[in-house]
């Protein structure tokens, strides 16, 4: 056990636990963020990604001890009224079915469009093609991502 | 406009009350079809008259529908409270949603599989919401004094033209509380629908983008405890013993035992599968600190003998089915499967003289399809929630067959069902996957043991290694043409591991003269489960396949071709079991056809069409791809579906597109393999999905628009897909694609 001090969504945590605890679990457990989701704990789905100072990054690999004062935003943490132009969007276009993978999606667009707030479809496809969605909503993810992507440039 | 009758025998569907504070409460039991035959009624069970849902209008106008079927991405939770919207004539953004959990009832039907869920309980959610509209309109009738027929609504006001007077329903709903049920109720006329057929919001989409605890996994509760578990490395092995000693004093773990899922003498229901009968269970206090304990414990497991369990399927008498000893392999799979085709199969139809068909043949085509076994890989893994008492229990997670699992859970545990209580949590992803609840029991058991609440959830790992598969299938296909390349015989001869997908009365059935379909099984210890579109899934890609190559070598258009053959089985049908209407399935492929701009895009862009029917509904779908860098490109699919009315026309698309690119992913890559029993993948990165940048670019789905009451949408777009792919890849590649996953085929 060790303790940590972490910058969750603007708010200062102090936590004890095990320092090789990744992210995924701190945020699930400890914290009860429960948004971000397990899918595969193998950086393979995409399903646990949040934000490590702004860049999308796989919490299930990310250990409590590697964070340091880095801010972490999970999707409770990405707007306060579910506002963001990335969730508006997936609004607009009605993209979940079962819904499971879309936190991941939407931290993964968002962190995206931070960068690069005009992408290619190429570009949206390699950002987003870590983001396994068994449902199969991969066609309204872009569309969404575009229409966000045209409401940040307006 | 249609009546329909709210009762049968004295017991009606509906039971009305009034609501603490005022307003009114209408509880009805979804299922109440009004067109049960009288036989039918009379095998009800006594609980089916429970009243398992409900819609309240409260005195300030709020209207809340309780959702009965649990979600699972089909969108259910939006389109059934729409339907009782409609008929009750209020405006759907007064309309508050609710998830019913499952504690009312013994024998409803609250199931998420067969596609059935909107076609069961259409109209029993119609006359609930009539019954409601009528009982707050003969309220308002007795208050003003006028008759009732003169009495109009609208969105939720109820409205007297010749006095002009009008009232909101809130205002009037504690006063119809007081009115009886009626014995009958007029439906709406389908051409006055205002809600149905236009396009409404997931209910839950807000929830779903800020990441709101919604699903099973998501449980929380007061003093909680983490469970996983450990099951076999491989089919065909069971445990031997296991080594505590050093995992009990790591930190955070609280105990470890072996559990025993069901009791030897138990009689297994349908669902009931269960692939390790004892599994290793690790309890601690956090998931991290058990998946430690996990990697750290040391357990040997060793091969069963051969034996036997007592089975009460679906349908039909009690079996006992033999579990064959041994650990089996992919390979050996291939060769037994082979082998059987050489035998002598059971026949399962047979119309004319198929013999002599062959024997005058001028030309002869056969074939032969193979598809793997295949896991479900919901991305929300395995998992339920317990808090079991002494004498009560209290469970949550996500469930496609709640009412069966209940049953076994009550069994198990020695706990009246009346006394279990289960919230039916949203699914991250179902496919079939979770009607075998297995680790609803292991999760139930865990807690009885610990007296403690507790979630039990599975690794990646565990859920894609523990069973429960796509059984491994295969067809060989053979057609006889005569000199005018008239098909004049067609055999099937059909199997697989564990189970036949043969579907004997389908079509092509009914348009061949001379037609003869055999089926075959072998045994496995593999354990194997409903998967998207049973039997349908593996039986559409070979057929529709086959009658690609059929077409070419008759030389004519592989739509036309397929016209052709349903206007024979239309006009003079050969036997008389057929279970598809030839018309309607004329119909997707004709839209498809003009939709698609069949045979007339550019050049580059190569077309598969594929049309299939299953779960009362009929799809045909167009692929049009391109090849690059030995990938095939998918530029578009255009997609018919006939599903009768659509609730809700964005959202059954979404269902749509859904199950086009899940048939494309598992027709390029689905693939579970064995060796020496042992699952050859465990986990994403072996296991491919089908991800971004290989689903098409763009999806298009027509809705055939009719007034026939709603059928099947989950899975029937499903199916054709891996056909109308393969035939595409043809166009590009000039090779065809028996063997699935295609992606084997590719280099
Ligand atoms: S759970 Fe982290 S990538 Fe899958
Ligand atoms: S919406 Fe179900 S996995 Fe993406």
Redesign the interface.
């Known amino acids: 056990m060790a303790k940590f001090n972490l910058n969750i969504n603007g708010k200062e945590r102090e936590l004890d636990v095990d320092p090789t605890t990744p992210m995924l679990w701190v945020l699930r457990d400890h914290i009860k963020l429960v948004g971000t989701k397990y899918g595969c704990g193998i950086a393979q789905c995409g399903a646990c990604t949040v934000h490590l100072d702004g860049n999308a990054v796989r919490s299930c690999q990310l250990p409590i001890s590697s964070v340091g004062d880095k801010e972490i935003t999970t999707i409770e943490g990405l707007s306060e009224k579910g506002d963001h132009p990335v969730q508006q969007a997936w609004l607009e276009v009605d993209v979940p079915q079962c819904g499971y993978c879309q936190a991941g999606q939407i931290m993964t667009a968002s962190a995206l469009l931070e960068k690069n707030p005009n992408p290619s479809d190429e570009e949206i496809e390699t950002a987003m093609n870590g983001n396994i969605c068994r449902c199969g909503t991969y066609t309204r993810i872009k569309k969404a991502v575009k229409i966000a992507a045209n409401s940040i440039n307006a | 406009m249609t009546l329909v009758k709210t009762a049968i025998g004295r017991r009606s569907f509906i039971k009305s009350s009034a609501l603490a504070g005022g307003g009114l409460i209408l509880g009805f039991n979804w299922l109440a079809s009004c067109k049960m035959t009288p036989e039918e009624v009379r095998n009800l069970p006594k609980e089916w008259f429970e009243i398992n849902g409900y819609l309240k209008i409260s005195d300030n106008g709020q209207v809340t529908i309780m959702s009965p079927n649990p979600e699972?991405?089909?969108?259910v939770k939006t389109a059934m409270p729409m339907i009782v919207a409609e008929e009750l004539d209020i405006d759907w953004n007064e309309v508050i949603v609710e998830q019913a959990p499952l504690n009312t009832d013994l024998y409803s039907r609250q199931f998420i599989g067969g596609s059935q869920a909107i076609r069961t309980s259409w109209e029993g959610l119609r006359m609930a919401g009539a019954s409601a509209r009528h009982m707050l309109i003969a309220a308002a009738a007795e208050a003003w004094q006028v008759p009732l027929k003169e009495i109009s609504t609208e969105s939720g006001k109820i409205k007297h033209t010749a006095s002009d007077k009008s009232i909101s329903y809130g205002a009037i709903a504690s006063a119809a509380a007081k009115v009886s049920v009626p014995d009958e109720v007029a439906l709406k006329a389908t051409s006055d629908f205002k809600i149905i057929g236009t396009?409404k919001?997931?209910v839950?989409?807000?929830k779903?983008?800020?990441?709101?605890?919604?699903?099973g996994?998501?449980t929380?509760s007061e003093g909680m405890l983490?469970a996983m578990i450990l099951h076999p490395p491989a089919f065909g092995m069971k445990l031997k013993s296991f080594d505590d000693s050093v995992v009990k004093t790591m930190?955070g773990i609280q105990a470890v035992f072996s559990t025993k899922v069901l009791d030897d003498t138990y009689t297994r229901q349908h669902f009931d599968t269960c692939t390790f009968l004892e599994v290793v269970t690790i309890v601690g206090d956090?998931?991290?600190?058990v998946m430690n304990a996990k990697k750290a414990i040391a357990v040997e497991w060793e091969p069963f003998e051969t034996y036997t369990e007592e089975r009460q399927p679906y349908r039909g008498p009690q079996q006992t089915l033999t579990i064959p000893s041994g650990l089996e392999s992919s390979a050996d799979h291939s060769t037994k499967m082979a082998e059987m085709a050489t035998k002598k199969a059971r026949v399962v139809r047979k119309d004319g003289n198929p013999e002599k068909a062959f024997r005058s043949a001028s030309k002869i085509i056969e074939r032969t399809y193979t598809a793997p076994f295949l896991a479900h890989?919901?991305?929300?893994?395995m998992n339920f929630f317990a808090d079991v008492k002494s004498d009560s229990a209290q469970l949550s997670g996500p469930l496609q067959k709640a009412e069966l699992t209940e049953q076994a859970i009550a069994t198990r545990l020695g706990i009246p069902v009346e006394k279990i209580d289960i919230e039916l949590t949203?699914?991250?992803?179902?496919?079939g996957r979770r009607s075998y609840a297995h680790w609803a029991l292991e999760a139930a058991i865990i807690s009885q043991k610990m007296k403690a609440p507790v979630k039990l959830?599975y690794?990646?790992e565990d859920d894609m290694t523990g069973g429960i598969y796509r059984p491994a299938y295969q067809v060989t296909y053979k057609a006889a043409l005569d000199s005018n390349n008239n098909l004049t015989g067609l055999h099937i001869n059909a199997g697989g591991i564990p189970e036949s997908p043969l579907y004997a009365n389908r079509f092509p059935a009914g348009a061949i003269d001379n037609y003869q379909a055999d089926s075959w099984t072998i045994p496995t210890n593999i354990t194997i489960g409903s998967f998207r579109a049973p039997r349908s899934n593996f039986m559409a890609s070979a057929e529709q396949s086959f009658l690609d190559e059929i077409a070419e070598a008759a030389g004519k258009d592989p739509i036309d071709f397929r016209l052709e053959l349903l206007d024979r089985a239309a006009k003079n049908p050969v036997g008389e079991k057929n279970d598809y209407d030839a018309e309607r399935y004329a119909g997707v492929l004709k839209l498809v056809k003009e939709k698609s701009n069949w045979n007339n895009r550019d050049s580059n862009s190569k077309q598969g069409v594929a049309a299939y029917f299953c779960h009362n509904s009929y799809a045909a779908q167009v692929v049009d791809m391109t090849w690059e860098n030995d990938q095939p490109k998918i530029q578009k699919v255009t997609c018919a579906i006939d599903c009768g009315i659509v609730i809700n026309p964005?959202?059954a698309s979404?269902?749509c597109?859904?199950?086009?690119?899940?048939g494309i992913?598992n027709a390029l890559y689905g693939e579970l393999t064995f060796k020496d029993g042992i699952p050859q993948k465990s986990?994403?990165?072996d296991y491919r999905?089908?991800?971004?940048?290989e689903?098409?670019?763009?999806?298009e789905v027509h809705f055939v628009k009719n007034d026939i009451d709603p059928t099947g949408l989950g899975e029937p777009t499903f199916p054709p897909v891996f056909a109308a792919l393969a035939n595409a890849m043809y166009k590009a590649t000039g090779k065809r694609f028996y063997n699935q996953p295609f992606v084997g085929g590719m280099t």
């Not at chain 2, 699972?72 to 969108?75: I, S």
């Not at chain 2, 956090?286 to 600190?289: D, L, Y």
């Not at chain 2, 890989?377 to 893994?381: A, K, T």
């Not at chain 2, 597109?657 to 899940?662: A, H, K, P, S």
């Open positions: 699972g991405g089909q969108n396009s919001k997931n839950d989409g807000l779903i983008v800020t990441g709101k605890p919604l699903f996994i998501d929380q983490t930190p956090s998931t991290w600190e890989n919901c991305m929300e893994p949203r699914l991250g992803g179902g496919y959830v690794t990646r964005d959202a979404n269902l597109e859904g199950g086009i690119v899940d992913g986990n994403f990165d999905m089908i991800r971004m940048r689903s098409p670019k763009e999806i």
